[in-house]
């Protein structure tokens, strides 16, 4: 089954505890992205990779990182989370970096206290 | 800098009670214009993609219309089902997704 898989699904997590969200998708997809979705604020665009070795800030990428060393591995890495950092994240990929439908994740709700 | 906003924020119709959904957009060299489907506590699902002026799609009672400067999601008798959040992002000339902050739709028997 062509899916996009996250890992974990929920996470309750300190301020500057290291953490990572991995992302996984089996379609051979180019383009990757990740999105924080907040209420009243929509979904926002973190970082997105249009291959392996080639990763571009979105609108809001400052306290993330991301590496892209595998066409089907996206992580999310927060070095150091604060509580601003609590949100619903979802990763996505498509086939190419234009005019291509993007396949959601199911999503990571993360907690930081 | 791209911008897409969505009207209205939330909408509630009778089962069968037509409507349309409204995304306005400003952007510099549109690549496309995509709406999606979100319910909740799920990841956002693909609809449609437009890519030019005067292009139209349909899937079922859904219907997509794009100007140069708005697209519409027409609702066509919704059922109940239909409810869901209704998400519009452009991209623009560069590779980043830029995603309006969605129409809340409730429908009810």
């Known amino acids: 089954e062509a899916q996009v898989t996250q890992n974990p699904r929920y996470l309750i997590t300190v301020t500057g505890k290291k953490l990572t969200v991995t992302c996984s998708q089996n379609?051979?997809?180019?383009?990757m992205s990740w999105y924080r979705q907040d209420p009243g604020l929509g979904l926002r665009q973190i970082y997105y990779?249009?291959?392996?070795?080639?990763?571009d800030k979105g609108d809001v990428p400052e306290g993330y990182k991301v590496s892209r060393k595998e066409k089907r591995n996206f992580p999310l890495i927060l070095e150091s989370p604060s509580p601003n950092q609590t949100s619903l994240y979802f990763c996505?990929?498509?086939?190419?970096?234009?005019?291509?439908?993007?396949?959601f994740g199911p999503g990571t709700r993360l907690t930081v206290l | 800098e791209d911008q897409v906003t969505q009207s209205p924020e939330a909408l509630r119709l009778q089962e069968g009670e037509s409507s349309s959904l409204n995304c306005s957009y400003t952007?510099?060299?549109?690549?496309?214009l995509f709406w999606y489907r979100q319910d909740p506590g799920k990841g956002p699902e693909f609809l449609f993609t437009?890519?030019?002026a005067g292009e139209e799609k349909e899937k079922e009672r859904l219907k997509a219309t794009l100007t140069k400067k708005e697209s519409f999601l027409h609702i066509t008798a919704p059922k109940p089902e239909d409810s869901a959040t209704y998400l519009c992002?452009?991209?623009?000339?560069?590779?980043?997704?830029?995603f309006g902050k969605g129409t809340s739709l409730l429908v009810t028997p």
């Open positions: 990779s249009m291959n392996v070795e080639v990763t």
């Open positions: 996505a990929s498509s086939q190419g970096a234009t005019y291509n439908e993007q396949f």
């Open positions: 952007v510099s060299g549109l690549r496309g």
């Open positions: 437009l890519y030019s």
């Open positions: 992002a452009v991209q623009g000339s560069g590779y980043a997704l830029n």
């Open positions: 379609m051979n997809h180019e383009y």
